[in-house]
């Protein structure tokens, strides 16, 4: 099974509304950790935000949030006013904490593409 | 250095010949990933040191791919008779490992080797 599932095709948004980025994943582990990773059409894999599977509140940073619902093992990021320059691939992305250690791999889900009409 | 170097960033090779990929990660960066990501896919993990050691090395897709860093620093993925299908952009990724157990480390990724086997 998947660990990190992204299903959503081609998303497009219209330049300054918000869009969200569909993630789901699956672990038994009881702590783990979430991350979005941007990838523009030169390649270079940006971090985003991360969430911890014990915070208590959504993080936020700047025009990123991530509507994260435990129970519902989902993990969605919101762009809010959307810009040109968020055109590009989107992954989410989780690390086991116990089963596999603090630090690490990531898996990565599939991506999603991201284009923001003017 | 101020970001994760990678080398060479573009390599064309003919069935089975070797190759070797270089990966230069942050300075004091004690942990190191490699990814390779297929066109258009998401990506796929490769190994993972921590020092010098290996703790997870499960995602060399064979026998012919084997990777070594040494010094704590620089690190080599080589792949040995390449395929066709080992044809691929790799990504070299480091962390700092200094959030304790918390599972927050970020991965920085550097600009990736693309591979064409011919």
């Keep these: 099974a998947q660990k ?8 497009f948004v219209q330049e300054k509304e918000a869009v969200t980025l569909d993630c789901t994943y699956d672990t038994s582990d009881p702590s783990y950790g979430l ?3 941007k990838q523009p059409s030169s390649g270079e894999m940006i971090f985003l935000i991360y969430q911890g599977s014990y915070d208590q509140q959504n993080a936020t940073e700047g025009r990123y949030s991530l509507n994260f619902q435990k129970a519902r093992k989902s993990a969605n990021l919101v762009i809010s006013a959307s810009q040109l320059g968020d055109s590009a691939m989107y992954f989410c992305a989780m690390r086991e904490i116990i089963r596999t250690g603090a630090n690490s791999k990531l898996t990565f889900g599939k991506g999603i593409t991201l284009s923001v009409r003017p | 250095g101020a970001g994760v170097s990678q080398s060479p960033s573009n390599k064309v090779t003919e069935k089975g010949k070797d190759v070797e990929l270089r990966c230069d990660p942050i300075s004091g960066h004690t942990a190191l990933y490699w990814y390779r990501q297929s ?19 499960s ?12 010094g704590g620093s620089v690190s080599t993925l080589t792949i040995q008779r390449t395929q066709q299908e080992d044809s691929a952009v790799y990504l070299c990724a480091s962390s700092q490992a200094n959030r304790g157990q918390t599972g927050a480390n970020v991965l920085t990724f550097g600009a990736g080797s693309r591979l064409t086997v011919l």
């Design chain 1, 4 to 11: 990190i599932t992204q299903t959503q095709p081609g998303m």
């Design chain 1, 35 to 37: 991350f979005w990773y």
């Design chain 2, 39 to 57: 066109l258009g896919q998401g990506l796929e993990f490769l190994i993972y040191f921590q020092g010098n050691s290996a703790p997870d090395k």
């Design chain 2, 59 to 70: 995602g060399l897709p064979s026998d012919r791919f084997s990777a070594e860093r040494t």
